[in-house]
């Protein structure tokens, strides 16, 4: 089945940097990859999603890389600020078929300091 | 609109109780997956439901966990003779079709057995 890795698994920068975190997958089929923020107590909310059609995509400051020949994707948070601290994670899965599944990577904490 | 709310929001329990855990999805969304989040890791696929059935239950770790939706609507995690090791955050999301459509996820139950 899908085996997705995540790195770093803690990251900290300054407001104003930028931030890269990196996931790879294992599964070929896999053709949706969505990111996830999640916040101390809450539920993971959906900040940004790539399908395998599309090498980029970009909503403001985040912005999504897919090479589907090495099977990994990156998130890219440009200009962070304090509000963007949280654990992001990353995930794949296939779409179209009988399963809708997410396969989770194990969370980045990002820490962004003033 | 409304999100996806699950009640719940904290449940303490002793070993060996029974506990359900209720999910109310997006008004709509016909499918409704349930994740278990354990500290410090992605949460991990546990039962998928395409409207009143189970499409895939392949991530339900043994017998004592069972999830139903008799309507289509509300899902209920039923977990027997609980056990300290199933202490975690269990989470629901709900999609508006089936597997190709992006899930929404609710704050999550943190069941802690004691």
């Known amino acids: 089945g899908e085996n997705v890795e995540q790195h770093p698994s803690t990251l900290s920068v300054q407001e104003g940097d930028s931030a890269v975190i990196k996931c790879t997958y294992s599964d070929s089929a896999s053709n949706y990859f969505p990111w996830y923020k999640q916040e101390l107590g809450k539920g993971p909310q959906l900040i940004i999603d790539?399908?395998?059609?599309?090498g980029e995509k970009k909503d403001q400051r985040i912005a999504v890389t897919l090479n589907k020949t090495a099977k990994h994707f990156s998130l890219h948070i440009t200009e962070t600020q304090p509000e963007d601290s949280a654990v992001y994670f990353c995930a794949a899965s296939m779409r179209g078929g009988s399963q809708g599944n997410l396969i989770f990577g194990k969370g980045t904490k990002l820490s962004v300091k003033p | 609109g409304a999100g996806v709310s699950q009640t719940p929001s904290n449940k303490v329990t002793e070993k060996g109780k029974y506990v359900e855990l209720r999910c109310d999805p997006i008004?709509?969304?016909?499918?409704l997956y349930w994740y278990r989040q354990s500290l410090g890791q992605g949460p991990e696929f546990l039962i998928y439901?395409?409207?009143?059935?189970?499409?895939?239950d392949s991530g339900l770790p043994n017998d004592r966990f069972f999830a139903v939706r008799p309507e289509g609507s509300v899902s209920t995690l039923k977990i027997q003779r609980t056990e300290r090791g199933d202490s975690a955050v269990y989470l629901c999301?709900?999609?508006?079709?089936?597997?190709?459509?992006?899930?929404?996820f609710g704050p999550g139950t943190r069941l802690l057995v004691l």
């Open positions: 439901f395409q409207g009143t059935g189970a499409a895939d």
């Open positions: 999301a709900s999609s508006l079709q089936h597997s190709s459509e992006t899930q929404y």
């Open positions: 008004s709509g969304h016909t499918a």
């Open positions: 790539i399908r395998s059609n599309v």
